[in-house]
């Protein structure tokens, strides 16, 4: 089967407008992109206020306990009360108080599972490159897509 030069020139046009198609699929991709990148900007900079805003209140809720405990304490003499549509009152806990750690026997300490050894990839890749075999172990080259 021989081509003609008009079935050529006939690929050719088709082969130019398929490019131009995928360069047109390929820049909305970019611009969606470039538009999530500025979303996650703006919701990380939303989450950074907010807990700023929650370390605020939090800090506010503590100080109004700490006011409400000792005119509680004081006022009251600890006794509970009812105060609209509260009840307050203290309640008795237990808690262990270790003064001196060294001095606890060893049948009441906790002693953490080991910590299993992980690879440690920074000098398995500089063994790599020096031309060490190492079993079990491959470097693989990359291609990184990189959009600025």
């Known amino acids: 089967m021989t081509c003609t030069q008009e079935v050529l020139d006939e690929f050719n046009v088709k082969l130019e407008d398929l490019k131009n198609q995928s360069n047109d699929i390929i820049e909305w991709y970019l611009k969606d992109i470039a538009n999530r990148k500025v979303r996650v900007t703006s919701i990380n900079a939303e989450i950074e206020r907010l807990t700023l805003q929650k370390t605020r209140e939090s800090k506010r809720v503590d100080q ?5 405990d000792r005119v509680f304490a004081r006022v009251y003499d ?71």
């Open 64 to 68: 109004a306990e700490h006011l409400v």
């Open 78 to 148: 600890g006794k509970p009360v009812n105060i609209g549509t509260f009840t307050v009152s203290y309640r008795k806990s237990e808690a262990v108080v270790i003064e001196d750690e060294s001095k606890i026997p060893q049948v009441y300490m906790k002693i953490p599972e080991p910590l299993l050894p992980k690879p440690d990839k920074t000098a398995i890749k500089a063994a790599l490159k020096e031309g060490t075999t190492i079993a079990g172990v491959s470097l693989e080259v990359r291609q990184n897509l990189q959009i600025k």
